[in-house]
């Protein structure tokens, strides 16, 4: 390969591969311009640890002639067979340089390269990539040419692992930030947190069907389980609703010991008012089966969990909220101080769902008139309504 192309590249990933729509085509466009420039490259993959609960890392796969494969896994493949006797696993660990040359018999201790000769694959070479950070992700570049790589090809392809790492860190920087944003405030507060909304004043008012819920009798839990026990049972409960809240368009904003905080957006984009509402109160109906369902073996007994959950609509103030350099994406108002009164009266009344007065007109199915009651802070007392397929349990 000609230094001046080879340069070209480089200069080009150093840049930010500024020509490139997203991860997937710059890694296509990189491969493609080695390629024309005389690396004979013929598969290419970039493994990066993710900073997730769930998901260890993601990977993006370019064969020659097709599209980059993007995809995660799981922390589950640290404990796998597979991963064990995989070169990758000797590049994250111990960040060394892994060479496999097909007709090497040492490589037959490593099962990938035994499907990568059975794909034509003569010669294999898996690199460390070092973030900033001191993390260590990986590279694997594959060729068929007969004889493998040349030593030019490997100076090439050691030359390319910096720039590459520099640009592949901005772009998971971003996506970190992203993600650790949805996990930690949502998805809506994270978009806006990146779009520059960081500063406290940054407010907007926003139509929202508001969702307040918590678990009934979770005192006494506290009081008689170890703390382990019930830090285990609230990640179950709260799994029962947040999959059912996410699913039928609602962002959850905050967990509150066993307290939920969540807001269904009303706007253009996901329909009016009665349509809104009658996909929060089908993602009440989902997390009531799901709790109901709940089983949590504690010894010789089984805990069995009931929650509540008050629903209204209403304008909030939706933005930073805090003090000094201390602040929080959340939303206040006095629609959200009325759900949170509604969702102690479900309780005294028994009652899994109650609904606001402007929530049971909006959303027109099937409730029953509680009646009125004070309720603190607000000078007129409200009216308050429970699914009539329900029937109160009151706990002792």
Known sequence: MENSELQRIINWLIDGARSSRGPAEMIADACENLVAAGLPLWRFGVFIRTLHPEIFGRNFIWRQGEEVEIGTVDFEILDTPEFARSPLRIVFEEGLEVRGRIDEIDTRRFPFLEDMRAEGVTDYIATPMRFLDGSIHAISWTTRHPGGFSEDDIATIRSIVAPLARVSEIVTLRRTAATLLDTY???RAGERILAGQIRRGHNDTMQAAIWLSDLRGFTALSDRLPAETVVDILNRYFDCQVTAIRGHGGEV????????????????????????????LEAARESRASVEALAHPVGDVVERFRFGVALHVGNILYGNIGGGNRLDFTCIGPAVNLAARMEKIAGRLGRTVVASEVFAKVCREGWRDLGEFPIAGFSQAQRVYGLAEETPVVMA
Request: net charge negative; with cysteine; aromatic share 10%.
């Open 185 to 187: 405030v949502g998805n």
């Open 253 to 280: 904003l905050k967990f509150m010991g066993d307290g939920l905080l969540a807001v269904f957006p009303i706007d253009e984009y996901v329909g009016d008012a009665s349509h809104v509402c009658a996909r929060v």
